[in-house]
Structure formats: structure tokens, C-alpha cells
């Protein structure tokens, strides 16, 4: 089994929240998001930082995007995951982007999946939807 709940650099949370780390920094300071020191750096724990993933994750409004897709391979930590005898449900947070995957249980338990986990979601499908937003 892979090791439990990293607490992680500003500048990883940054990357995994799809912002600066000047963003986590101020949200650190105003008390929105919970700290911690490790080797006398700021850090943030895995489980808060998920929980305050899932609070970001309100639906975003497509924006002004010109033209986007999302790409096949994305960089996330676990928000959620629930297992029942044979499966496993796993919802991961990878910057504005919710991915849920649903594997095998045994595949979740050897891989060490719980909150605040930071794991690659390897996104392979024959059917992908690319829009285009009108201006």
C-alpha cells in the first residue's frame, strides 16, 4: 500500500487548485484555508485541502473561453471515495475540473485512495463532447 495523506507545498496546493500560490497564501492568512509547518515551510494537510477543494467546486461558469479541452491526463487529489464490497467510487478535484472513476475495490485499496490523496486521472474514452462557448 502507497503512503497515507501528504501534507503538500503552497505551491503544489496552488497547482492542484488551478491557482497562484500567492491565492493560498491569502487564503492562509485570512483563515479560509487551514496550515501547517513541515521543515519550517508552510504546508498544507491533504484531507483540508481536499475538503476545501470540494468548496471551490461549485459549478463554474464557462467564462470567456475562446476554445479549451481539457487534457488526457490531469493531476488532482481524492475528494471522496466510497466502496462497497466489489467497487469503489472515486471523485478526485483537479483544478476546476470534478473526475469521478468508478474501479474496482481492491484497485482503490492497493492504491491508498482516501481524501487528500494527490493522484493522475488517466482519461481515455470514445466518446469526448468539445464545445465552444458563443462570445
Known sequence: MLSTVPNLRV????????????????????GRLPSTQENGRMAVEGQALAAFAQQ??????????????????????????????????VEMQAGP???VSLMSREAADELGLEPGVVAVASIKSTHVVVEIPEA
Do not use: H
Open 11 to 30: 505551491s503544489e496546493a496552488a497547482a492542484l487548485l488551478g491557482v497562484s500560490d500567492d491565492t493560498v497564501r491569502r487564503w492562509i492568512d485570512q
Open 56 to 89: 471551490l467546486a461549485e459549478t463554474p461558469e464557462p467564462g470567456a473561453t475562446a476554445a479549451a479541452s481539457a487534457r488526457n491526463r490531469m493531476r488532482g487529489i481524492v475528494t471522496r471515495v466510497l466502496k462497497d464490497g466489489v467497487m469503489a467510487q
Open 97 to 99: 475540473f470534478r473526475v
